[in-house]
């Protein structure tokens, strides 16, 4: 009891471990996946008091308190719904016992120690989160433009004259159900759900 109370005073409890694939079946983050869904775990940093869950189609934190206690609170947050941003990577000195890997996801922030013995590993993960952060950038950015289009059009149709010409509420209801159509399908287009592809490209276990 001594010695991990220590490791909490010190901060070591907090220095996360990479869970290999095989085992991500026995941390507790599996409990909470939707594997009903198609949903996987595709990268998982375990420490005493926390676990970080990548999987296709969310980020999973299993938030302990302290390595003494027991209780948990889950968070996840879904990448259709949360940007990852600011991604970043800080490798090992010398004298230090871990790397870290650094991210935004909403607005949220995240700072994960990881043994640094494990820090090709964390490079994988780094580069995943990287590419995912700069899809979803390209994403937003089509997805302004779209909008924007759509309510220079809209501007534009309501200000020509013909509207005089027509019954408004018919016309309302035409503009209003193209709009919606356009905007569902630019939404498809350009918000994504589901990135195993690019875990599976830069994850390699």
């Known amino acids: 009891m001594l010695k991990r109370l220590a490791a909490d005073a010190f901060g070591l409890s907090d220095i996360g ?12 983050s599996d409990d909470y996946i939707f594997h009903e869904d198609g949903e996987q775990i595709f990268f998982l940093i375990k420490s005493k008091t926390d676990e970080y869950c990548f999987t296709n189609l969310a980020f999973i934190h299993l938030d302990g308190t302290s390595a003494v206690s027991s209780k948990r609170q889950l968070h996840r947050y879904e990448y259709c719904h949360h940007m990852i941003s600011n991604v970043k990577i800080e490798t090992a000195g010398t004298v230090d016992l871990d790397a870290e890997i650094k991210f935004t996801i909403g607005e949220v922030a995240f700072s994960i120690d990881v043994d640094k013995k494990q820090i090709e590993a964390l490079k994988d993960l780094y580069k995943a989160l990287h590419k995912i952060s700069m899809i979803m950038k390209k994403n937003q950015t089509a997805l302004n433009h779209a909008h924007q289009s759509l309510e220079v059009a809209a501007k534009v149709l309501t200000g020509t004259k013909h509207m005089q010409e027509v019954n ?9 159900e193209k709009a919606f159509e356009w905007l569902m399908a630019s939404r498809k287009e350009y918000v994504r759900e589901d990135y195993a592809d690019v875990f599976k490209l830069y994850i390699n276990n």
């Open 168 to 176: 408004l509420a018919d016309a309302f209801g035409q503009v209003n």
């Open 17 to 28: 471990s990479i869970i290999d694939p095989k085992d991500f079946d026995k941390v507790s």
